[in-house]
């Protein structure tokens, strides 16, 4: 993966509330209490580069079907309803894969956790 689109993916995620970044089976992986959220992959796929995200409950048949050239339903987690983004296209919808980062976040995160994500900015007096 270009390195400027693994920087800008590990911006999106370690913008999270107590996101952290750890290497697993040779990739970055994403985390919220050591509960991994998002991991990218690149020797999977045709060798193709992407992120995989645990999507909510019924969701994984529809995002795929609705974009196969880009969303698909990777090994190991597949069948935990897990998807699979890639990353190499020439563009890649950076808001829509923001929300999908978030989605998969919540679904991992402790509810206190991700219930801060709703909760409005705290003013500085």
Known sequence: MRPNRLERLRSICLA?????????????TWRVRDR???MQKGN???GRPSVWLK?????Q???VSARPEVIFIPPYVGHKGWIGVYLDGKSIDWGELAALIEDSYR???PKRIAASLDAPP???T
Not at 16 to 28: C, N, R, V
Not at 55 to 59: H, L, R, V
């Open 61 to 63: 048949r529809m995002l």
């Open 36 to 38: 991994i959220f998002a």
């Open 44 to 46: 999977f796929e045709g």
């Open 122 to 124: 705290k003013r500085r």
């Open 107 to 109: 679904l991992i995160a």
């Open 16 to 28: 999270l509330p107590e996101a952290t970044e750890k290497e697993a089976w040779g990739d970055p």
């Open 55 to 59: 999507a909510p409950d019924g969701a």
